[in-house]
């Protein structure tokens, strides 16, 4: 499993970004994707997951209404369109794939170490 994230940049408050990543080397449709976050000084956090057949998905309530995530199956692309930005969205941006059960990542509250497989990360800064 390989992950490329990329579409990360500066941006001001308001302002929006989408990000990217490319998967390869397995069956992408039967993995969830997430995308987690890590800001400068803190732990790892979950922003957003999509189930494999992309018919469900879940985010952290920080983000809801401001950022939706996406897939394209055929292209083993996944997305994470970002509205609204605020400062405190700053941080390196990692894409994930886990083949665990939807129920059972949901159930751990989409913790990272359900996510075996991850990209290098994308840096988004909001400035104010």
């Known amino acids: 499993v390989q992950l490329q994230a990329s579409g990360g940049g500066l941006v001001q408050a308001g302002g929006s970004l989408r990000l990217s990543c490319a998967a390869s080397?397995?069956?992408?449709?039967?993995?969830?994707m997430g995308w987690f976050r890590q800001a400068p000084g803190k732990e790892r956090e979950f922003v957003a997951a999509?189930?494999?057949?992309?018919?469900?998905?879940y985010y952290r309530d920080s983000v809801k209404g401001r950022f939706t995530i996406s897939r394209d199956n055929a292209n083993k692309m996944v997305y994470l369109q970002m509205n609204s930005l605020k400062p405190e969205d700053t941080a390196v941006y990692y894409c994930?794939?886990?083949?665990?059960?939807?129920?059972?990542?949901?159930?751990?509250?989409?913790?990272?170490?359900?996510?075996?497989?991850w990209g290098q990360g994308t840096l988004v800064t909001v400035s104010s």
């Open positions: 999509i189930r494999g057949s992309g018919s469900t998905t």
């Open positions: 080397g397995y069956t992408f449709s039967v993995y969830i």
């Open positions: 994930a794939a886990s083949p665990r059960p939807w129920n059972s990542v949901i159930a751990g509250s989409f913790k990272a170490a359900d996510f075996g497989s």
